[in-house]
C-alpha cells in the first residue's frame, strides 16, 4: 500500500464517507444486478428477503432464551454463595450518576434504588452524583441528596463537573470523566478490586443488582479485560408514555437481550461497568464524543490490543423513556435520541485507522470486526426500507412477460408477509411478560400493545430508519453533531 493511499484511508474525510457510501451502494446493487442479469438480480431479492426472514426468528429466539436465564438469574439466592460472603468483601463499588438538567425527585429516587440494595457489603458501596456546574441548581439538588443520605453504611458524594475545561465538549462522558478521575485521585484504590459502574441518573437499579455484578465481575476469567454490560428495562415512566415511544423502548430492550446471546459482537449501551483498571487503561471516556457507549468498547478494545469482550450481566435497571408535554415535541425528543444513537457509525472514523495501524490484532479479527460494523450501521439505516422497496424491483425492471416474476416473486412476497405479521406475535406476548414484571400493567394495556405492534413495520421505515439516515448523510457532507442533546427527564 502506497503512502499517500494509506494517508487516505486513515483519514477522517475519507472514512466519514463510507456510511453512507456503503448506504447508497446497498439499494443500486439489486437494480444493477437485475439491468446486467435479471435472474441473479431475483436471487439477490429472494436471499435479502430470506436472510431477513431467518434474521427476525433468530432474534426472537434469542430474545427468549435470554429472558428465561435472566428470570433463573433472578430466582438465584447469591447471598448464600462462597464467592459473595467472603471474596465480595474485598471488592469495592463506585456508581457514577451524571445529570445536568433532571430534577431533584428523580435523582433521589434513583440513589434511593441503591441504597436499598440487598447487598450485604453496603459499606463499600460508593455513590458519586456528576452535576454540570453550568446548571447552578444542578450541584444544589446534588448538596441536597448528599445531605439527605449521609449517615449510611452507603457514601453518598458529589463531584461537580466545571465548564469549558480544555480538551472537553459539552458530553456526558466527559462529565463522567472528570468525576471518576477526581474521585479516585482522592482515594488509595486496588484497580483491580475497584468495579465502576456507569449508569444514566433516571436508572433505578433492582435490589440484587450489586449480587449480580459482583458475582458476575468475581467469576470472570482475566474480569479486566471486559465491560460488564447490565440489561435495560424502560418501565419508570410507563403510565405517561406516547404508543410510538413505548415501541422504542421495547425494541431497544428487545434488542439488548437479542443482542446478549450473541457474544462475539455484543456491545455495551447506556448503563455498564468496568473495573477500575480498565478504565484508566482506556483513558476513561472519550471527552469530545457524542455518543461513547460502543465508543468505550472499541477504545478499551484497542488498548488491550484485541483480548477484551463484553460480558452479560443480568442486572436490571428500570430506566425513563423520552417524555414530553406535547405529542409532536416528544417525537421530535425521541428522533433526536435515535440520532444520537445511530451517530455510532463515526466509529468508522477510529476503528478502521486503528486496525490498519494496530500489528498485533489478528487480520481475521480485524476483517471480522469490521464487517459487522458496516453492516450493523448499514442495516439499521436501510434494512427495513429496502425490504419494503425491494419487492417491486422485479416488476419495474424485469420483463412482464416473464412466469417467474409473475408467479413466484408475489408468492413469496406474500409468505414473507405473512410471516413478519405472524412474527408480531412472539414480541406482543414477550412484551407484556416484561412490563408485567417490572410495572403495573392495566387490562387496556393488552389492546394497546397489540395496536402498538401493528405499527412496527412503518415505525421501523420512519421513526428508526430516517435518524440513522440522517447521521450518515451529515458523515458523509461532514454536517457533524457537535452537541450532546440532553433527553428530558419528568417526575
Same mark, same amino acid.
Given at each position: 500500500m502506497s503512502e499517500k493511499l494509506r494517508n487516505l484511508i486513515l483519514s477522517q474525510k475519507f472514512t466519514s464517507? @463510507?456510511? =453512507?457510501?456503503?448506504? $447508497? @451502494?446497498? =439499494?443500486?446493487?439489486? $437494480?444493477?444486478?437485475?439491468?446486467v442479469n435479471y435472474l441473479v438480480g431475483v436471487f439477490f431479492i429472494a436471499f435479502y428477503i430470506s436472510y431477513w426472514t431467518i434474521k427476525i426468528l433468530?432474534?426472537?429466539?434469542?430474545?427468549?432464551?435470554?429472558?428465561?436465564?435472566?428470570?433463573?438469574?433472578?430466582?438465584?439466592n447469591f447471598c448464600d454463595t462462597e464467592i459473595i460472603q467472603k471474596e465480595a468483601k474485598k471488592l469495592k463499588h463506585i456508581v457514577i450518576l451524571p445529570f445536568y438538567n433532571e430534577p431533584y425527585e428523580l435523582i433521589d429516587e434513583s440513589?434511593?434504588?441503591?441504597?436499598?440494595?440487598d447487598y450485604p457489603h453496603k459499606e463499600n458501596i460508593t455513590v458519586i452524583l456528576a452535576p454540570e456546574e453550568r446548571k447552578e441548581w444542578a450541584v444544589d439538588i446534588a448538596i441536597r441528596v448528599c445531605e439527605k443520605y449521609?449517615?449510611?453504611p452507603i457514601s453518598v458524594q458529589y463531584v461537580s463537573h466545571p465548564d469549558k475545561l480544555p480538551w472537553e465538549w459539552r458530553v456526558k462522558w466527559s462529565n463522567i470523566s472528570y468525576a471518576a478521575k477526581t474521585f479516585t485521585e482522592w482515594k488509595n484504590l486496588d484497580l483491580h478490586w475497584t468495579f465502576v459502574s456507569a449508569i444514566d441518573c433516571d436508572a433505578k437499579v433492582e435490589k440484587n443488582f450489586f449480587l449480580i455484578t459482583s458475582y458476575v465481575f468475581l467469576t470472570t476469567e482475566k474480569r479486566d479485560n471486559a465491560i460488564y454490560q447490565y440489561t435495560p428495562v424502560y418501565s419508570n415512566n410507563w403510565w405517561r408514555w406516547k404508543f410510538f415511544a413505548k415501541l422504542v423502548a421495547m425494541w431497544t430492550t428487545f434488542w439488548q437481550l437479542a443482542e446478549s446471546q450473541n457474544p462475539e459482537f455484543y456491545r455495551n449501551?447506556?448503563?455498564?461497568?468496568?473495573?477500575?483498571?480498565?478504565?484508566?487503561?482506556?483513558?476513561?471516556?472519550?471527552?469530545?464524543?457524542?455518543?461513547?457507549?460502543?465508543?468505550q468498547y472499541w477504545r478499551s478494545y484497542f488498548a488491550f490490543d484485541w483480548i477484551f469482550r463484553i460480558v452479560n450481566t443480568p442486572a436490571v435497571c428500570r430506566m425513563d423513556m423520552v417524555e414530553e408535554s406535547w405529542f409532536f415535541t416528544t417525537i421530535w425528543a425521541q428522533?433526536?435520541?435515535?440520532?444520537?444513537?445511530s451517530w455510532w457509525s463515526s466509529d468508522m472514523e477510529f476503528v478502521i485507522p486503528e486496525f490498519i495501524k494496530?500489528?498485533?490484532?489478528?487480520?481475521?479479527?480485524?476483517?471480522?470486526k469490521t464487517i459487522y460494523l458496516v453492516f450493523n450501521h448499514l442495516f439499521w439505516a436501510a434494512w427495513s426500507l429496502m425490504l419494503f422497496f425491494i419487492w417491486y424491483l422485479p416488476w419495474v425492471f424485469g420483463d412482464r412477460s416473464s412466469w417467474f416474476t409473475n408467479l413466484a416473486v408475489p408468492i413469496w412476497t406474500s409468505f414473507i408477509f405473512t410471516w413478519i405479521f405472524l412474527t408480531v406475535i412472539i414480541p406482543w406476548i414477550l412484551s407484556i411478560f416484561i412490563m408485567k414484571k417490572y410495572t403495573k400493567f392495566r387490562k387496556r394495556d393488552y389492546v394497546y400493545?397489540?395496536?402498538?405492534?401493528?405499527l412496527v413495520p412503518i415505525f421501523s421505515m420512519t421513526l428508526f430508519s430516517f435518524p440513522a439516515i440522517e447521521s450518515q448523510f451529515r458523515l458523509f457532507f461532514w454536517k457533524r453533531l457537535d452537541e450532546f442533546n440532553v433527553t428530558k427527564k419528568k417526575r
Open positions: 464517507k @463510507l456510511p =453512507f457510501s456503503f448506504f $447508497i @451502494l446497498m =439499494f443500486l446493487t439489486p $437494480i444493477v444486478l437485475l439491468k433468530q432474534t426472537h429466539i434469542y430474545v427468549i432464551i435470554s429472558y428465561i436465564k435472566l428470570l433463573k438469574t433472578n430466582k438465584k440513589v434511593f434504588a441503591i441504597i436499598e440494595n449521609k449517615n449510611l449501551f447506556a448503563i455498564y461497568g468496568q473495573s477500575l483498571y480498565c478504565l484508566k487503561k482506556s483513558d476513561y471516556w472519550s471527552k469530545t464524543s457524542i455518543v461513547e457507549d460502543w465508543f428522533y433526536k435520541q435515535l440520532r444520537r444513537w494496530n500489528k498485533k490484532i489478528p487480520l481475521i479479527d480485524k476483517i471480522r400493545n397489540i395496536l402498538q405492534r401493528l
